[in-house]
Structure formats: structure tokens, C-alpha cells
């Protein structure tokens, strides 16, 4: 039996709804709203007969007997200080909420039961049996505060029928304490309609909500179901809804997700609701995934850092992870998301290509990234393809404060977008109540929205609310700042050392496809099981690098040291495949002549432009190496043998100026460092170069002995020129040395010697720098702002700067920016293009500085290189060329083709070759009468015969469109299109070895070509 209560009243610490406040700590924030969720316990609805009501705290009602105060702690310093005396007179109570909800039931529980007998019949409202029903209450009472708040900040009257709500939720409330179960359910659903009748009157849109639930390393059996909790709540049809929840899965190579995908998971509704439930007492997650109940969002295997890594190995991470989800969750990701930095402007092209159906615009790492706040956007991509998007900000599901905002994050979602959306971000446990009270609520009816996966909206949304296209510059990850913040080792070099090994790679598949094309297909290598593959070894090495860079959590679960393979080398495994390659050419000799041919030196050449022979073996003719082929030299050939070709241009240095047939530099005689980089035929400076040590702040520096001399403000320190030697010099190329020191002229004292080597080649517009800095202290600080770099100086503040983003072109835009292939610097027709060889971070310094960064702190390598290029339009070829190394064999037969020849021939300069791979495909044996016609290309299927096909990855760099010819060695029987999905996308018009093949700006687009 418990005490009879007569009125309910919750005190706010406002003078109404209006200025509710919002901006509270946590713990007051929640004791406020517990205040109105404990006013509709069942318990005192039931014996009081009426629905409670709110006051200011400051102008409480009279007290009365059996009243109820309700104080949350916000309040406490608003209520009249003799309130309390005279509440005690006269029979009323009071009761001071707290933020954790246990507190507060037992609070209310001890005020009901203070004055029953000891014999007297224990509650229902405080058994176990009635949990379930009494949080159904709890969450009609955070309903009601929320949809009063939104009605507010929708610019509405309150319109609650009270006079229903009052008849549904006290019948409801009776009917719990004589023990129906069911029909207190039922009441209490018709009370949570009239809720939604009532937000319709202002908003009678759907409105959505997104449980965006992250799934940790450490996951297990227990917390994916405490996840999935509200699966055991049964759903009032036809206007509840079981409360999706949308798991963001991280990197899927190590998720638990997937290993939790066929563990049973115990669902079932109370057995006091006899209610039918839309789900089974037992079930699995891959079963719910397939219903469409909860989601997986992602698809990438490992989240590495998208802006330092390659194009391939970012395509290539999306393919692995769908094939994992595929296998083990039987699904595949359709919305993309991700917990750490991985947006980029080309991401739309990629997601559209591989069947999304949108993607999660926001990041729950550091980072930065336009942050316009839609529930649904059309963000379009660089390429020009488009995914559908929401970018709102999640919520933290967490926090209490979160809730006393929620009706005015709702009500800018409601004012600016027609298909209104919002998120609550989560780990599986949720301590605090009020997001389940949502959740509950759903189930009744969508008073404050439904809960969908993201699958489910962004597939709804039709015509999404606005239009949105990122340039480059507008992101950037905090890749360096975590590592440096981790104390992590060489958090520059090891991206260097990762897109070495990728240019390494890069020439051995290109050997590998062609060994394999030119074998016969019988003799084809075949897999064999438990014994990885080459390409398969190279991957793991090439992910092995990769996942180490960026904020990403992959870094505990591999090291590479541990897991390297002592047994295995890329420069082995190059020359091996390029061995094997070379043998397949010599053997055809041995086959077709008599004689043994002499013995030679084989140039491989892995890219589609001609590139030149080493300088070593030059010998006065010029000789280069064709595009996607080879070159053989005879050893030991006299060069009378060779055409007569024009004498070689002279190299030389003269009075600090070291020039060859194009171009010169200028070393300042001051610094030591490059003053001028021009051509003789025009007197604008291309590009300088010092090296300087930034400090973190700007330190004031006297320029000379007197006290009346010159003070600057710089954060840089000096750079002292000391000698200038030649080191190197030959018919066709020179290497001048520049010795010196880095001074920290605040302190007169020495940081470090430098050595910087710079060498021209005769005929070429590059300037090669190698740079080491000795007896150089490690130093701590903010990456950004305490660093050694390369300080590069252009001559006009109106150049445009351009960088590398996934291997393409693209503006620079931001003050700081990561360029891990090139930099180009362009000024009308006059251009400078810096290759940093795979060290990314950048920082415009001034209107005409750019700062290059080598060491930071926590960085070992004292070496680097540079490479400046003068006047070339397509700074991606430059960057290849210096990427990918030229494949070299010695004592190698003449081949049968000559000494001389081409796989491939792509003419088009901003096209990119990103991956090859050879295989057998089943081609139509007569092609299509009309490509266009379904039925005649589905005809043509049916009869089909294998043949040898090679399958090439390209992708337009420049961002223009460009349609040109790939001519083959070998005629061709066809062509065709796909999407990086796989799925057929067009027929190339073919004829003999040619195929012309269209490209749309920035467009990436496999083409399989298939031989006779």
C-alpha cells in the first residue's frame, strides 16, 4: 500500500518553457530531466488521477496535502528558502532529483511507502515484473518535455489535448496496478498518438533518426547485446517501429562484428506482454542485417589515412572490404562512414561506381572537413559522379546535455531540410536513459521520429534538400599531429618509405602481367593453397606500411617489424618476376636461332610515356625506353655502331651558377641555397629554395651590434653559406655541393650543418637535390609549427598552387595541406612542379612561400630528396616517373621483338596507368550487332570461347575530359568499360590492336582488353 498523492508539480528554473535552459553541466542537465520524466511515474498518476504540471521554481503552488514538488538541483537556488517548513506542515513532499534515474525511483518509492504498514501489500509499481511498463511511463514523460520544447522552437502554441493525455496514462496507469499488463500497454499507445497528433499540427513530416552505434575493438557477445537492447522491446503497430541501429564497423580486417555474425543472440520481449513481436526469441546479427533490421556502415578492410595513401591501394581497400563483409556478414556495406579521417573530394566517384547508396558526410575523428550540417545533400564528387549524403553532426548519446538540446537541434533540422534526420553517436552501453526513453517511444509511435538505418533514408530521399560540391583544399587530416602527439617514430619518413615500396610494386605488376600474357596458357602458374601468392605478398608489405600512417587504431593490432618477412624483399621479388619476364622473351630467341645471341643489358620500362636510359649507359646517342616496354643494350658495343646523332649539350658551373642547355641556378652566396631556378630565355624566377628550422613563435632579432640597428620578427632561423664544390661532373650531368649551417640567431648558436647536393642533366628541364643535415638535436613540439624544412619561394602572389590528392590535380586551397606526389606551382605558362617523394605536408607560409616539412619531432631521418621541374604541364607523369623505378637486368639475350619494343601505348599525357592484371576471359565469339540493344548483347553471351584479356585500371588526372587510342602489341578481339564494381559499363570501339577509349574529367574506370 503506498501514500495517497494528490497533485504532481515539477519546479523549472526558468519562467517558462521558453527559456528553458540548455546550457547546463551534466549532472544538473540530468537532474532536470529526470524531474519530468519520474512526474509521470504510473505510481502517481494512478493515485492521483491527474497528470502532472510544471511551475517556476521561484513561484511554487501552495502546498496542500498529498502534493508532490518535484525539484530538480538546477532549481534549488530559485525555491523560496522557508518552502521547505511549510511544505512539512502541511502533509505536501519533496523530491530533489539526481541524474542517475535508480536514485531517484528509490526516492519516490520511500516517499510513497513512508507511511505504510508493515504488513501492508507490497506495490506492483516496484516489482521486477513491472520494469518494462514503468519505463514505458519514464519515456512517455521525456516525450512529452521534448515535444513541448520543439513545438516552442517551431514558433507553436502548445496544443496537448490534456484532457485525453490525462484519461489515457491514468487508465494506463490503473490498469498496471491491478496487473494488466496488456491493456495498460494498449492505453498507453493511444496516449503516444495523441503525442504524434500533436506534432503533426506543426511538422507532419516524417521525421528520422539514426542509432549510429560504434562497435570497439574489444566487442563481445555481451555488449553487441546490450546494443541491440531495444530488440527486446515489443513494437505497438502499425505506428512503432523496432529501433534500427546502424553500426559503424571501422576497419572490417579487424572488426568483431564479423566474428559475432553467426553467435546467437537471446532477443525475446518480456513474458509479461503477450503482445506479438517482430522478432524471434533467438536470432543472429547476420540474420537481422538481412531483414534490414540493423546495418553496417563503412566498407573499407582497414581505415588508413585516404590523403597520404595511393589511388590503388584506396580502391584496393574498398574491394577487400566488401569482400569480407560479403563472406562473413553476407552483405555488403551500401552507406559509407567512418570513425577516422577518410573523406577526400573524390569520394562520391568511388562510392557511386561501387553500388552506395550514400554516405555519412562527418567525421568522429580530428580532422578538417566542411562541416554545413544537412540531413540530406547531393555531394558531388570531383568526377562529377554524386551520392546522396547527410552530414549533420551525431549526437552524443551519452550526455545529458544532449537532451536539453535536442528539441532545437530537431528544430533546425525540421526548418532547413525536407527530409529532416538526426544522429546519436554511441558506444553498445548507454548508461544514461533518456536516448533508450526514444527508443521506447518508437515503439509507440514516431512522436519525435522513427529510428531507420541510413540505408533505409538515403535510399528514400528522392531529390535530396541541397547541392554540394568540396574542393580538396577544404580537407585535411590530423594525421601528423596524432603521430607526433603518440611520440610515434618518423611520422614523415615512413610515408616516404610506403610510396617507394608503391612505385616499387607498380613495376612489378606491370612485369608480372606481361610474363603472364606472353605465357602460353597451359603453362600458366597456378595458386596454390596455403602459399601466398606474389601479388598477395605485395599487398601485405604494401598494407603492412600504409595502415601505420595517419590517427588510426590499426597501429596496435599490426606491427611491421614483427610480421615482416624476413624471407622477403620487393627488390627481389622485382627482379625475380622481371627475370622471369626476360626469360620468356630470351627463350623465344633460343627457339628461332641457332646461335646463341650475345649477351646484353635489358631496360624495363613500366610506364606508358618513353623515358630515357640511365646516364651510365649513355653513350652519346639519346637512346629511350618505350612506353610500357623495353630496351636492350648490347654490352660493350662501339659507338661507331650507333646513328650519328647531335653532339650532347654541355653541363657546367661557372661563379655559383650552375646551368646546362635550358635552364640555370643560381645559388645565393649568402645562404647557400638556391636564389633563381629560369630559363635562359626569360628572367623570371621559377622558384628559390633555403632550409630553415621554424620555432614555434616569432622571436625578435637584431640585426646588428648597436642598440639603434634593425629588429625583425621571425620564427625562422638562418641559413649561412659555406663552400661550393663540384663533386660530380660527367659529359651530360654536374653536382655542385653547398656546405653550410642553420644558425638560431637568437642565441648566436649553431643548430646543424647542412650538405646539399643539386645536379642537371644535359636536355633536362629537372633539378635534383639530395640534402642531409648533420649533428642535427631531436627537438619536441607542435609539428606544424616547430619543424626543418624546405622553404621554397616563387615570384608572384598570384600563382596558382595545385597538388596531389589520390594521384590527381587538384587545387591547394588550404594555408596547410598533404601532397605525398607533387606540388605544382603555376603562374600563367609558367610553371614549377616540386616532388617531394613521398613526403606530404606542406604550409604556406606567406603569398609567396611554401614551407616543405622534413623533420618534426620524433623524426630519425636526416636524409632527403627533392626533385624541382621546370615548365611541364602534367605534374602526375613527373610524379611516376619519379616513383616508379626503371627495371634493370644485365646479361640478357637479345629478345626475338628486337631490341627494341612496346606492350601498350597510351598517347594521352594526363592519363594514369594505376594497376594491370592479366587473366582469361569468356569473350562473345561474335560481338553485339548493336552494343546499345540488351537483347542483342545478351544473345552474344550465350556463345562465348576464352581469351587471353588484360585488364587496366586508368584514371584522368587533370580534370578534363579526353578520349584517345591504346594501341596493343598484339590484335585485339575486343573491348570493353566496367565499373571499379566490376559491372559492364560500355563497349570500346575496336579495330586490329587499337582501342579508343573515353575518359570523363577525373573519372577512374577499368578497361579490359581481350586478344585473339
Request: net charge negative; proline share 7%; aromatic share 8%.
Amino acid at each position: 500500500m503506498t501514500k495517497t498523492c494528490s497533485e504532481v508539480y515539477v519546479l523549472i528554473p526558468s519562467h517558462s518553457l521558453e527559456d528553458f535552459p540548455q546550457d547546463l553541466g551534466e549532472e544538473a542537465a540530468g537532474s532536470l530531466l529526470e524531474a519530468f520524466a519520474i512526474a509521470w511515474h504510473p505510481a502517481l498518476l494512478a493515485t492521483a488521477g491527474r497528470i502532472p504540471q510544471w511551475y517556476r521554481a521561484d513561484a511554487p503552488p501552495e502546498p496542500a496535502p498529498g502534493q508532490l514538488l518535484i525539484l530538480p538541483q538546477p532549481s534549488e537556488d530559485w525555491f523560496p528558502y522557508d518552502w521547505h517548513e511549510r511544505l512539512e506542515q502541511a502533509g505536501a513532499g519533496l523530491l530533489k532529483t539526481v541524474a542517475r534515474r535508480e536514485d531517484n525511483l528509490q526516492q519516490l518509492q520511500a516517499w510513497l511507502e513512508s507511511d505504510a504498514d508493515d504488513s501492508a501489500q507490497p506495490s506492483l509499481f516496484f516489482q521486477p515484473e513491472a520494469k518494462t511498463s514503468i519505463d514505458d511511463f519514464l519515456a512517455f514523460g521525456t516525450t512529452v518535455l521534448q515535444l513541448e520544447l520543439l513545438s516552442r522552437q517551431m514558433r507553436h502554441f502548445s496544443s496537448l489535448d490534456e484532457i485525453i493525455l490525462q484519461q489515457r496514462t491514468v487508465g494506463a496507469a490503473r490498469s498496471l496496478a491491478a496487473g494488466e499488463f496488456l491493456p495498460c500497454r494498449q492505453q498507453l499507445a493511444t496516449a503516444y498518438e495523441n503525442l504524434l497528433e500533436t506534432r503533426e499540427r506543426f511538422y507532419p513530416g516524417e521525421i528520422s533518426l539514426f542509432d549510429l552505434c560504434l562497435a570497439p575493438s574489444e566487442l563481445d557477445m555481451p555488449r553487441l547485446k546490450a546494443a541491440l537492447n531495444g530488440f527486446t522491446w515489443p513494437v505497438n503497430e502499425p505506428l512503432g517501429n523496432q529501433p534500427a541501429v546502424n553500426f559503424l564497423a571501422g576497419s572490417l580486417e579487424t572488426s568483431p562484428l564479423l566474428k559475432l555474425a553467426d553467435e546467437q543472440l537471446p532477443l525475446a520481449a518480456p513474458q509479461e506482454l503477450t503482445a506479438p513481436s517482430n522478432t524471434a526469441p533467438t536470432t543472429t546479427l547476420k540474420e537481422l542485417l538481412a531483414q534490414g533490421a540493423v546495418d553496417v556502415l563503412g566498407g573499407e578492410a582497414i581505415e588508413l589515412c585516404t590523403p597520404l595513401i595511393s589511388p590503388q591501394m584506396w580502391i584496393r581497400n574498398f574491394q577487400q572490404g566488401h569482400l569480407l563483409a560479403k563472406t562473413q556478414l553476407g552483405i555488403v556495406p551500401r552507406v559509407f562512414a567512418r570513425r577516422l579521417f577518410g573523406l577526400v573530394s573524390q569520394l562520391p566517384g568511388l562510392l557511386s561506381q561501387t553500388g552506395y547508396a550514400g554516405a555519412l558526410h562527418l567525421l568522429l575523428d580530428e580532422g578538417t572537413y566542411p562541416d554545413e550540417e544537412f540531413s540530406s545533400f547531393r555531394w558531388e564528387g570531383t568526377s562529377g559522379e554524386a551520392v546522396t549524403a547527410f552530414s549533420r553532426i551525431p549526437l552524443p548519446a551519452q550526455s545529458a546535455g544532449t537532451f536539453l538540446r535536442l528539441a532545437t537541434r530537431l528544430g533546425e533540422a525540421l526548418d532547413s531540410d525536407g527530409n529532416p534526420a538526426l544522429g546519436f553517436a554511441r558506444w553498445p552501453e548507454v548508461a544514461t536513459p533518456w536516448f533508450h526513453d526514444l527508443q521506447r517511444a518508437a515503439t509507440f509511435a514516431p512522436v519525435l521520429g522513427k529510428f531507420v538505418t541510413c540505408k533505409e533514408f538515403l535510399e528514400r530521399v528522392e531529390y535530396p534538400d541541397h547541392v554540394r560540391q568540396y574542393h580538396a583544399g577544404e580537407y585535411l587530416s590530423s594525421s601528423l599531429v596524432y603521430a607526433v602527439a603518440a611520440r610515434e617514430k618518423n611520422a614523415i619518413s615512413r610515408v616516404a618509405s610506403a610510396w617507394k615500396l608503391q612505385g616499387q610494386q607498380a613495376a612489378w605488376q606491370f612485369c608480372e602481367v606481361q610474363r603472364a600474357l606472353l605465357s602460353p596458357s597451359e603453362n600458366r602458374q597456378q595458386p596454390v593453397q596455403g602459399i601466398k601468392s606474389g601479388g598477395q605478398r605485395w599487398e601485405d608489405e604494401l598494407l603492412a606500411h600504409f595502415r601505420v600512417i595517419g590517427a588510426s587504431d590499426n597501429r596496435a593490432t599490426t606491427d611491421h617489424a614483427a610480421n615482416a618477412d624476413e624471407e622477403w624483399s620487393a627488390e627481389t621479388a622485382l627482379q625475380q618476376t622481371a627475370q622471369q619476364f626476360a626469360n620468356l622473351l630470351g627463350s623465344k630467341i633460343q627457339n628461332h636461332e641457332a646461335a646463341a645471341s650475345p649477351a646484353g643489358t635489358l631496360l624495363i620500362n613500366p610506364l606508358p610515356w618513353a623515358r630515357p636510359v640511365p646516364e651510365e649507359m649513355e653513350d652519346g646517342t639519346f637512346p629511350t625506353i618505350p612506353p610500357c616496354g623495353y630496351l636492350w643494350l648490347a654490352q660493350n658495343t662501339p659507338n661507331g655502331k650507333s646513328p650519328a646523332r647531335k653532339s650532347k649539350p654541355v653541363v657546367k658551373f661557372t661563379e655559383g651558377v650552375l646551368s646546362n642547355d635550358l635552364f640555370e641556378v643560381v645559388f645565393h652566396p649568402q645562404t647557400g641555397g638556391i636564389a633563381r631556378i629560369r630559363r635562359h630565355e626569360q628572367r623570371e624566377n621559377r622558384l628559390s629554395l633555403q632550409l630553415a628550422r621554424r620555432f614555434p613563435r616569432e622571436r625578435a632579432i637584431r640585426l646588428g651590434p648597436d642598440p639603434d640597428d634593425e629588429v625583425i620578427k621571425t620564427a625562422y632561423s638562418e641559413m649561412r653559406a659555406g663552400e661550393l664544390s663540384i663533386i660530380a661532373l660527367t659529359s651530360h650531368s654536374l653536382t655542385v655541393r653547398s656546405l653550410g649551417d642553420l644558425i638560431d640567431q637568437a642565441k648566436g648558436e649553431r643548430i646543424c650543418y647542412y650538405k646539399l647536393d643539386v645536379t642537371i642533366r644535359a636536355g633536362s628541364l629537372k633539378v635534383e637535390i639530395d640534402l642531409q643535415f648533420l649533428e642535427l638535436a631531436a627537438f619536441d613540439g607542435d609539428p606544424w609549427n616547430n619543424y626543418i624544412g624546405a622553404r621554397f619561394a616563387f615570384g608572384s602572389e598570384m600563382a596558382a598552387i595545385s597538388r596531389s590528392v589520390l594521384g590527381s590535380v587538384h587545387v591547394a586551397g588550404s594555408e596547410r595541406f598533404e601532397a605525398p606526389e607533387f606540388v605544382e606551382i603555376c603562374d600563367g605558362s609558367l610553371r614549377a612542379t616540386i616532388l617531394p617523394h613521398g613526403r606530404p605536408y606542406f604550409r604556406k607560409t606567406g603569398p609567396r612561400m611554401l614551407d616543405g616539412l622534413m623533420v618534426v619531432s620524433g623524426e630519425t631521418s636526416r636524409r632527403f630528396r627533392w626533385t624541382i621541374a621546370i615548365d611541364d604541364p602534367h605534374p602526375a607523369r613527373l610524379a611516376h616517373e619519379a616513383m616508379v623505378p626503371l627495371v634493370r637486368l644485365e646479361n640478357v639475350t637479345r629478345p626475338a621483338t628486337g631490341e627494341t619494343s612496346f606492350f601498350v601505348q597510351c598517347p594521352a599525357k594526363q592519363v594514369s596507368i594505376l594497376s594491370w592484371e592479366a587473366g582469361m576471359t569468356d569473350w562473345p565469339i561474335e560481338a553485339p550487332a548493336d552494343p546499345s540493344d540488351t537483347e542483342s548483347v545478351d544473345r552474344a553471351a550465350k556463345a562465348t570461347v576464352s581469351k587471353k584479356s588484360c585488364r587496366v585500371r586508368l584514371m584522368e588526372t587533370e580534370g578534363q575530359a579526353k578520349t584517345f587510342s591504346m594501341v596493343w602489341y598484339a590484335p585485339l578481339a575486343g573491348a570493353h568499360k566496367l565499373t571499379l564494381g566490376g559491372a559492364h559499363a560500355a563497349w570500346l570501339k575496336t579495330t586490329g590492336n587499337e582501342s579508343r577509349v573515353a575518359l570523363s574529367a577525373y573519372e577512374v574506370a577499368d578497361i579490359e582488353f581481350v586478344f585473339e
